[in-house]
Nanobody
Framework: QVQLVESGGGLVQPGGSLRLSCAASGSIFSPNAMGWYRQAPGKQREVVAVISSGGSTNYADSVKGRFTISRDNAKNTVYLQMNSLTPEDTAVYYC????????????WGQGTQVTVSS
């Protein structure tokens, strides 16, 4: 049983920055991976960035060099620092954790709206 609580979404101008946070609570076992996914209207949900409990990161090509994912394992919190935002980044951003046990268990946050507009 895992709960994810997101914060930090909102409206930002093109070129601006925003930081998303997601705190996980419950039975957080290792190894695991926490990440951010996003879904724009009419589009499929896509991975933005993921970070393993060991600190390994992966980014979507569209955000490399602009976004940085990090985590605080003591707090079971993952962050997404978003810089140089463009309207193409507008989407609902979802926090996710994948816990690798005998099976893979997925948990999702409620989603937070990020709107990039002037």
């Amino acid at each position: 049983q895992v709960q994810l609580v997101e914060s930090g979404g909102g409206l930002v101008q093109p070129g601006g920055s925003l930081r998303l946070s997601c705190a996980a609570s419950g039975s957080i076992f290792s190894p695991n991976a926490m990440g951010w996914y996003r879904q724009a209207p009419g589009k499929q949900r896509e991975v933005v960035a993921v970070i393993s409990s060991g600190g390994s990161t992966n980014y979507a090509d569209s955000v490399k060099g602009r976004f940085t994912i990090s985590r605080d394992n003591a707090k079971n919190t993952v962050y997404l620092q978003m810089n140089s935002l463009t309207p193409e980044d507008t989407a609902v951003y979802y926090c996710n954790i994948k816990i690798y046990s005998r099976a893979r268990y997925d948990y999702w946050g409620q989603g937070t709206q990020v709107t990039v507009s002037s």
